[in-house]
């Protein structure tokens, strides 16, 4: 799944490509996404120069004027740039053309994704509204998060991984996240000390820094590229490592579900 490495990767793929360029038109060969493609999308769009491709959560806002095209990469969602688009292959919903030839092209096997228009103001989107901080967004510190999770007996993993306290941290990266910062994922949000909040503040941000920086060598994936833009891996310390022994400490990994998710924990240095 896409998160927000990847989309961020993505962003930066299409930016040269797009950004500044005017949208000619929008073919939907097929509108059944998450949400339908709206019908009205293409006469929102045409005509309009993309003043801006920002990413907010997993979410790409293409701005034009007030509003923005927000795109959701869902599940299995890709959006890729072709200066001389290939012939459609199944699963290629969505055509963004642009006024110099150049396509963006959605394609998206599960059709969990999205493609909606968003009026302005952007940020009052009932997608976006209840969104939490950027975890970059100086915003988002210790004592920000002591705010937010002093009052909260559910564990830490999963207040990380609740977007209306700070957005973007998907699985793998809260497990990662937790590793590096020595707390156990499973302590009660609530008796994370603010000492500790910061260190997990600053190993949030290095942990997803270090997968965009990653995606940068992928980036070229994103442009007049047959395959699949690939996903991220990084050199886990926890994640998906069961059994198999800590990287620090030599301990063997545990693995356990919260909130229908996997967790994995080094018992000795996380606690
Ligand atoms: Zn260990």
Known sequence: MPEL?????????????????????????????????????????????????????????????????????????????????????PHDHVDLLLDDG???????????????????????????AALGPEPFDPTFDAAY???????????IKLALMDNHLVVGVGN???????FRAGIRPTTGAHRVTARRLARLVDEVRST??????KGGSTLRDYVDSAGEPGYFQL???????????CRVCGTPIRAIRQGGRATYYCPNCQR
Not at 145 to 155: G, I, N, P
Not at 172 to 178: D, G, T
Not at 208 to 213: C, D, K, R, S
Not at 235 to 245: K, S
């Open 172 to 178: 793998i990266y809260a497990n990662e996240s937790l």
């Open 102 to 128: 150049t396509v963006l092209r959605y394609h998206d096997p599960r059709r969990f994704g999205a493609m909606l228009w968003a009026p302005a103001p952007v940020e009052a989107h009932p997608l976006l």
């Open 145 to 155: 998060l002591r705010s937010v999770t002093k009052r909260r007996r559910a564990a």
């Open 5 to 89: 490495p990847e989309v961020e990767t993505t962003r930066r793929g299409l930016l040269p490509h797009a950004g500044g360029r005017t949208i000619v038109a929008l073919r939907v060969y097929d509108p059944r996404l998450r949400w339908p493609v709206p019908p009205t999308l293409e006469g929102l769009l045409a005509g309009r120069r993309i003043d801006a491709i920002e990413r907010r959560s997993k979410y790409l806002l293409f701005r034009v004027g007030e509003g923005a095209l927000l795109v959701h990469l869902g599940m299995t969602g890709s959006l890729r740039v072709h200066t001389r688009p290939p012939p459609r292959r």
């Open 235 to 245: 050199d886990y310390f926890v994640y998906g490592r069961e059994a198999l022994p």
């Open 208 to 213: 997803l820094e270090e997968a965009i920086a």
